[in-house]
């Protein structure tokens, strides 16, 4: 049963690095420096990060450069 639960996930989110992101970026929109600090991450590797993960439907770009953590749909 495991394994098919982590088969649902995508498979960016498998990834520990993008794991850190998304517990540093939270459901509040977030400024994309502040997410670095948070996740010990360079700017450039959020932003690249940030468009996958928004490509995949789990986070949300919002005016002003900032970012939350879409509530997922079941």
Do not use: C, H, W
Not at 36 to 43: D, I, K, N, V, W
Not at 66 to 74: A, C, E, P
């Amino acid at each position: 049963q495991a394994d098919a639960e982590a088969t649902d996930l995508a498979p960016v989110t498998r990834d520990p690095s993008y794991e850190k992101l998304l517990n540093a970026l939270g459901f509040s929109p977030t400024p994309i420096a502040e997410i670095s600090e948070r996740a010990s991450l360079t700017t450039a590797e959020v932003s690249s990060m940030l468009l996958l993960l928004e490509l995949e439907g789990l986070v949300e770009a919002l005016p002003g450069g900032r970012y939350s953590r879409r509530v997922k749909k079941n």
